[in-house]
């Protein structure tokens, strides 16, 4: 697909032509301008005086194609050096920073190209940190500030305040455990909002315009500050694409920590060889029933499997029993409290959970299986403002009691408003994608948030016109390396921007699944807007895209 965009400014024309994963705008025809003058600390600052908690602490233009990344704040100092970033045009390299009301420093790189494509694209970050994401991994769904130059774009990220080395206690204060609330707002969405005005300032010192478009796509937590943003400052940007987002994370956290809780209750550990006697046999009853059995469970063949029907199935660790099948169901179903009522989601039949990446986890300890509550904890530290809290002192009953207390003391950032009425009233667009076999945000927590948006925004076709939702079979967690195909940075930001300055919204986008080893595509399926779910049309290669069709068939 090649095609034109244009936007605000009929200079700012470009080319839209996905090559690759992580390519999608044709550079070719930019020109670049000499910015050498502009591109200094005196300059930047005189220009953004009227920002006056901003410095410029530095700014030269780069032209050596290279880029070495800081150290993270999150390693040790004997761990290697980050690589070395390379294949960057000329640009503006710069290093702001702003003081915050709590008094906190965010640090915010701002890269503005020579060969300028017109537009701005802000970038997030993952877990619990805002950014800046460095790692060069093409297969990844995380769009970086690498990413973004070597589009034309101009770009930034920001830590938004947070560079406390313990990557998810960093609100507490380590002796007293108070939570540190203006960095808590900073990484909700006020570091994101900050961000953008201050590189969009930057830009047009620079360039002498501002960007005829601003853009932002951030995957996993940073899918979550899209969304926190587009509610909080609509106008900050013209698209938002949200991949795999930790929206409604207060009940996110409570459903990471319920596998462990509820094994920990049982007092029985599934060892991974009965979760893949599970999966088997979930795999055997329900894949198929799109019309091609492709070793996943997709949107057209997702229900409810009974887990007790596997009580007996041999495994290498034994037997499964009916307290492992009990166990099983409930992982599936998720979190709910004494009276029957949800308090979170499950993770889909067929996801697999206990790998490298998941929440199923479990640990041996002198021989003996424990369950391992993934990160959970960190949050039920937050709850109680107790760094030493440890969750294995949890009941059933007191975690219902602590879930509730979360969910209403962090109800003013929890991401979960379904309202998005001031986007659209912007003319705004959000694009939230999502992996239906995630092994760690469930896909149902990122449907029920888009479906409560589309109650709230006046149905499906109103909503349509600004937020869509496509979920993508048999994909893993912020990569195109799972069972199944996943949207690519280069796929899902073509159909973005084809939507805000075509205004073209996306019918179907095709996601792609690569072989890790050789780095080639080897699947492609079609992914249409939530509802429609997607099917096999009975021929043809099952893996190739032109051979799925859209079915009307809602799925759960």
């Given at each position: 697909m090649s095609y034109y965009a244009d936007g605000a400014l009929d200079a700012d024309k470009i080319k839209l032509a996905p090559s690759g994963f992580t390519r999608w705008v044709d550079t070719s025809s930019f020109q670049p301008v000499d910015l050498d003058d502009r591109c200094s600390v005196d300059f930047l600052q005189a220009a953004l005086s009227h920002l006056p908690d901003v410095e410029i602490v530095s700014a030269k233009v780069n032209r050596s194609g290279q880029f070495a990344p800081p150290r993270s704040h999150l390693v040790p100092d004997y761990a290697p050096a980050p690589s070395l970033i390379t294949d960057l045009p000329p640009f503006c390299q710069i290093l702001a920073i702003q003081r915050t009301a709590g008094g906190h420093v965010a640090h915010m790189p701002i890269w503005v190209p020579l060969a300028w494509n017109g537009r701005f694209l802000a970038t997030g970050g993952m877990g619990s940190i805002t950014g800046?994401?460095?790692?060069?991994?093409?297969?990844?769904?995380?769009?970086?500030?690498?990413?973004?130059l070597r589009n034309g774009f101009a770009t930034a990220a920001t830590d938004a305040g947070n560079r406390d080395p313990r990557f998810f206690d960093w609100p507490l204060d380590p002796k007293s455990g108070a939570l540190d609330w203006d960095l808590l707002r900073n990484w909700s969405y006020c570091g994101t909002h900050d961000m953008a005005v201050v590189a969009k300032a930057v830009t047009q010192a620079l360039h002498g315009k501002p960007p005829s478009r601003s853009y932002y796509a951030g995957c996993s937590g940073g899918g979550r500050q899209g969304v926190a943003v587009a509610l909080r400052h609509p106008d900050d940007?013209?698209?938002?694409?949200?991949?795999?987002?930790?929206?409604?994370?207060?009940?996110?956290?409570?459903?990471?920590?319920?596998?462990a809780l509820v094994m920990k209750e049982y007092g029985t550990v599934l060892p991974p060889a009965k979760f893949e006697a599970f999966r088997d046999a979930a795999l055997e009853a329900c894949d198929g029933a799109d019309g091609v059995r492709d070793g996943f469970?997709?949107?057209?063949?997702?229900?409810?499997?009974?887990?007790?029907?596997?009580?007996?199935?041999?495994?290498?660790?034994?037997?499964?029993?009916?307290?492992?099948?009990?166990?099983m169901q409930k992982l599936?179903?998720?979190?709910?409290?004494?009276?029957g009522e949800r308090l979170g989601y499950g993770l889909p039949v067929g996801t697999e959970s206990w790998g490298a990446v998941g929440i199923w986890k479990s640990v041996d300890i002198e021989g003996r299986l424990e369950p391992v509550c993934y990160e959970s904890q960190a949050y039920y530290r937050w709850i109680l403002?107790?760094?030493?809290?440890?969750?294995?002192?949890?009941?059933?009953?007191?975690?219902?009691?602590?879930?509730?207390?979360g969910f209403a003391k962090f109800e003013d950032i929890a991401t979960n408003d379904p309202d998005l009425s001031a986007l659209r009233d912007c003319g705004g667009k959000l694009l939230l994608t999502q992996a239906v076999n995630d092994q760690v945000v469930p896909y149902d927590s990122v449907v029920d948030y888009y479906r409560r948006v589309v109650v709230t925004c006046g149905g499906e076709a109103q909503t349509g016109s600004f937020a869509r939702l496509f979920c993508t079979d048999g994909d893993i967690h912020g990569t195109i390396a799972g069972p199944g195909p996943g949207l690519t940075t280069a796929s899902a930001m073509t159909a973005l921007m084809a939507w805000v300055e075509q205004g073209e919204a996306p019918e179907e986008i095709i996601a792609e699944r690569v072989d890790v080893?050789?780095?080639?595509?080897?699947?492609?399926?079609?992914?249409?807007?939530?509802?429609?779910?997607?099917?096999?049309?009975?021929?043809?290669?099952?893996?190739?895209?032109?051979?799925?069709?859209?079915?009307?068939?809602?799925?759960?």
């Open positions: 800046p994401i460095w790692f060069e991994q093409p297969a990844v769904r995380t769009v970086t500030m690498p990413i973004a940007f013209d698209g938002i694409w949200a991949s795999d987002a930790a929206v409604n994370w207060t009940s996110l956290w409570p459903s990471a920590m319920w596998p469970i997709g949107l057209a063949e997702l229900r409810t499997f009974d887990a007790h029907s596997v009580v007996g199935r041999q495994t290498l660790a034994g037997p499964i029993t009916a307290i492992d099948a009990e166990i599936w179903d998720g979190p709910r409290r004494a009276n403002e107790d760094p030493k809290f440890d969750w294995k002192t949890l009941s059933l009953e007191r975690y219902e009691a602590l879930t509730d207390l080893t050789t780095g080639q595509v080897v699947a492609a399926r079609p992914t249409y807007p939530y509802p429609t779910v997607t099917r096999y049309k009975g021929s043809g290669d099952p893996a190739a895209a032109s051979s799925y069709v859209a079915s009307l068939k809602s799925c759960r």
